[in-house]
């Protein structure tokens, strides 16, 4: 039986309580810990109950190494998931390596002055972790996260060779608001105005933000537009894929979403640079996030579905082949069963089977890992097995 320490109380901290509740098999014992104790005692409240894990909730600012140490120290946790903010991951990494406990992310390091986002202040830990003993999952949500996880597996049982990976990243959920983000506006926003980037013959490719358009039909949604990101996962699948040539991201915006974005830019409130107001200073997005609705509280209002996959194209005994693997995820019935909606749901399912995959030993790799490196088969099954089952076949609309 095991312990887990929950750091972040947001939309994805608490699916995946709730979530390690459900696998009380696996963690008899639950910390919620996040900046605001409030939060983590009414989830609290929500979770108990219904499981016979113990549950119980702290309060911590996940900037302060020191209080991370006692923290983690006096709860003594197997796995430390960090479902704060990606500004916390070296915080965070650093007091699971000085108390030698195993971590787990789902979203890569960015400084938070600069909108930028790569992996290597998080592989820097890698030489210490195996020296201690421990493992640093990165990336464990669904993109990054299951995107890899599905390529791993493509890999393993499907193809000798990849050659090109498309991940699909389809949202045709409507919250009915004119302009809402559905996971931390601050993040969210920093990631889609930034600029485009993919993966070709070694490099990566820039383009301006929103440059290249594609019309794709999906299956269980329909039509959509979506457009090309840059996102964390190129980095490692690039790096841990052996030979692959193309690697790139589509994401689906609807066009009421880009025109508010648009005007929001046009206007300075998407930007990071703090600015004076009435002799203070405030950075526009961040009050950008205070005006908007929070992410947590859009689950009861949203309907429809995402559907999130990875269209792979290689060779399997010399002949070519295609694959695509995808989940469905309906808001709705997300809603019913954890009180969420789909996307903070399709995130922190992964990041509590990760952990449960740590937690067993399953996944027993030391170091700094990115999911792909990880045997794909039993986090597969667990992921039909805890809401997120996945569809697969050999007969893709191909993505031009
Ligand atoms: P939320 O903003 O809803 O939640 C973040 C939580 O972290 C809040 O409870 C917040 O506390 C807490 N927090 C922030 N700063 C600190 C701090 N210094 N110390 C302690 N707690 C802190 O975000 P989401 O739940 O939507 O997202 C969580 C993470 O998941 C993000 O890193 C996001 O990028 C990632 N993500 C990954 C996806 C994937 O597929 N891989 C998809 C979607 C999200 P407070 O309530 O006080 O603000």
Known sequence: M??????????VGSVAAHKCAQNSGV?????????????????????????????????????????????????????????ALPYQDLKIMEACLRTKKNYLDTANYEPENAAKFEYREQWAFDEKFKNAGITAVLGCGFDPGVSGIFTAYALKHHFDEIETLDILDCNAGDHGYPFATNFNPEINIREVTANGCYFENGQFIETEPMEIKRVYNFPEIGQKDMYLLYHEELESLAKNIPGIKRIRFFMTFGQSYLTHLKCLENVGMTSIKPIDFNGQKIV???FLKAVLPDPASLGSRTVGKTNIGCIIHGKKDGKPRDYYVYNVCDHQKCFREVGSQAISYTTGVPAMIGAAMLATGEWNLKGVRNVEEFNPDPFMDALNKFGLSWIETFSPEIVE
Not at 5 to 10: E, Q, V
Not at 40 to 56: M, N, Q, R, V, W
Request: aromatic share 2%.
């Open 2 to 11: 095991s312990k887990v320490l929950i750091i972040g109380c947001g939309g």
């Open 27 to 83: 963690f008899d014992e639950i910390c919620i810990a996040s900046r605001s104790i409030k939060k983590c005692d009414e989830l609290k409240d929500k979770i108990s109950g219904k499981t016979s894990a113990k549950i119980s909730t702290a309060q911590v600012d996940a900037n302060d190494i020191n209080a991370l140490v006692n923290l983690i120290e006096k709860f003594n946790p197997d796995v430390v998931m960090n479902l």
């Open 284 to 286: 526009p997005l961040q």
